[in-house]
T-cell receptor
Framework: GNSVTQMEGPVTLSEEAFLTINCTYT??????LFWYVQYPGEGLQLLLK?????DKGSNKGFEATYRKETTSFHLEKGSVQVSDSAVYFC????????????FGAGTRLFVKA | DSGVTQTPKHLITATGQRVTLRCSPR?????VYWYQQSLDQGLQFLIH???????AKGNILERFSAQQFPDLHSELNLSSLELGDSALYFC????????????FGPGTRLTVL
């Protein structure tokens, strides 16, 4: 079946450090890929998406590229801020007549001032 | 604010009881999704409705059922509650059948004592 694997957290970085959160997936066909962010006490928010191979999603300084050859969708940011502290979820969705979305386990990020 | 509303925010009940969680999608969104988030299971997809019709099912127990009404709001019914059903339940919505991203509500925290 389909699955999403994320690097385990927590990840602790200093402000202005470079961020990479790894995400790999297993799926048949051509799923859409997403990154969501969850701040404490809130629901998930869509951060960025990519719907086909080699697409790059980007938002608020975050980027991820849909790599079909390595089945990966790693999240990167060049310079993190304290306000980026949150839990990040990688997800895939496939059209099976409806949309079943599978989420990774989430990676908690702490950014220190 | 995502535009998705969920009620109630918190719910405390006893084992064996039945509860109903309510979700109102963003204005114009036809798709509604339900998720369960718990510490040990992560974020699990339960069910997807599109314009009143069930379109995809995930790891939803037989004790759980959902529906989407003509005004597009949705309800998730949980019956014969067990301690292990304690979790955050999120509703999300998207405009079309094929989502370019989902908008999540703030969640309902269910505690079963």
């Amino acid at each position: 079946g389909n699955s999403v694997t994320q690097m385990e957290g927590p990840v602790t970085l200093s402000e202005e450090a470079f961020l990479t959160i790894n995400c790999t997936y297993t799926a048949t066909g051509y799923p859409s890929l997403f990154w969501y962010v969850q701040y404490p006490g809130e629901g998930l928010q869509l951060l960025l998406k990519a719907t086909k191979a080699d697409d790059k999603g980007s938002n608020k300084g975050f980027e991820a590229t849909y790599r079909k050859e390595t089945t990966s969708f790693h999240l990167e940011k060049g310079s993190v801020q304290v306000s980026d502290s949150a839990v990040y979820f990688c997800a895939l969705s496939q059209n099976t007549g409806g949309f079943k979305t599978i989420f990774g386990a989430g990676t908690r990020l702490f950014v220190k001032a | 604010d995502s535009g998705v509303t969920q009620t109630p925010k918190h719910l405390i009940t006893a084992t064996g009881q039945r509860v109903t969680l309510r979700c109102s999608p963003r204005s114009g969104d036809l798709s509604v999704y339900w998720y369960q988030q718990s510490l040990d299971q992560g974020l699990q997809f339960l069910i997807h409705y599109y314009n009143g019709e069930e379109r995809a099912k995930g790891n939803i127990l037989e004790r759980f059922s959902a529906q989407q009404f003509p005004d597009l709001h949705s309800e998730l019914n949980l019956s014969s509650l067990e301690l292990g059903d304690s979790a955050l339940y999120f509703c999300a919505s998207s405009e079309r059948l094929v989502p370019s991203g989902q908008f999540f509500g703030p969640g309902t925290r269910l505690t079963v004592l």
